[in-house]
């Protein structure tokens, strides 16, 4: 059964930080993109970055470039989204899903598989 948990939202003051982590399993983590996409309230969801399973390499969003950075551990099927300098446009329910496609992107219906969301609260 594939799975992806994501965790470590919370409430954090503007320019704060926060951390996200997103455990997968169930498939083989190498092959997928994994990605984090977020949904504020009234507002349709939107990408934030990505990254290979298969080579590392990372795409991000204009809106958080410069601020988060995506990591992974693929000895522990693990991705993570570090979040600095955190403005309340941030708030928002965020996601991690996993896509067996080719090449970087955040378009979510080549995404496969869906966690459930873990809130980010950035207050001002």
């Known amino acids: 059964e594939v799975q992806l948990q994501a965790s470590g939202g919370g409430l954090v003051q503007a320019g704060g930080s926060l951390r996200l982590s997103c455990a997968a399993s169930?498939?083989?983590?190498?092959?997928?993109?994994i990605g984090w996409f977020r949904q504020a309230p009234g507002k349709e969801r939107e990408g934030v970055s990505c990254i290979s399973g298969i080579d590392g390499s990372t795409y991000y969003a204009d809106s958080v470039k410069g601020r988060f950075t995506i990591s992974s551990d693929n000895a522990k099927n693990m991705v993570y989204l570090q979040m600095n300098s955190l403005k309340p446009e941030d708030t928002a329910v965020y996601y991690c899903?996993?896509?067996?496609?080719?090449?970087?992107?955040?378009?979510?219906?080549?995404?496969?598989?869906w966690g459930q969301g873990t809130q980010v609260t950035v207050s001002s």
């Open positions: 169930g498939f083989t983590f190498d092959d997928y993109v």
């Open positions: 899903a996993a896509g067996l496609k080719n090449g970087l992107g955040l378009v979510e219906y080549e995404y496969d598989y």
